[in-house]
Nanobody
Framework: VQLVESGGGLVQPGGSLKLSCAASGFTFRRYAMSWYRQASGKERELVAAISSGGGSTKHADSVKGRFTISRDNAKNTVSLQMNSLKPEDTAVYYC???????????WGQGTQVTVSS
């Protein structure tokens, strides 16, 4: 099983990034998927989640209207479009194979997002 995140980087406030998570080794289309983030010194928090078929999504209040989760079951990928980024969005972002995710679920290695001028 492997989850590999990509797309992180340094962006100015107000900018955009799109994170992607490529899944392999399990039947992706049967799993809800989530994006979490962990800022330095803080607990990991759920950012967004999507049902297995993509028909249901949830976004944290802090990102609602700015971030959008989506998935492509044909390509075994889940994405997070992040717009109007703020410095407080700075964190390591992780994808995982459930909604919500626990320690027993599959997690990626994370991708760093830094929002700074």
């Amino acid at each position: 099983v492997q989850l590999v995140e990509s797309g992180g980087g340094l962006v100015q406030p107000g900018g955009s990034l799109k994170l992607s998570c490529a899944a392999s080794g399990f039947t992706f289309r049967r799993y809800a998927m989530s994006w979490y983030r962990q800022a330095s010194g803080k607990e990991r928090e759920l950012v967004a989640a999507i049902s297995s078929g993509g028909g249901s999504t949830k976004h944290a209040d802090s990102v609602k209207g700015r971030f959008t989760i989506s998935r492509d079951n044909a390509k075994n990928t889940v994405s997070l479009q992040m717009n109007s980024l703020k410095p407080e969005d700075t964190a390591v972002y992780y994808c995982c194979s459930s909604w919500p995710c626990g320690l027993d679920d599959y997690w990626g290695q994370g991708t760093q997002v830094t929002v700074s001028s």
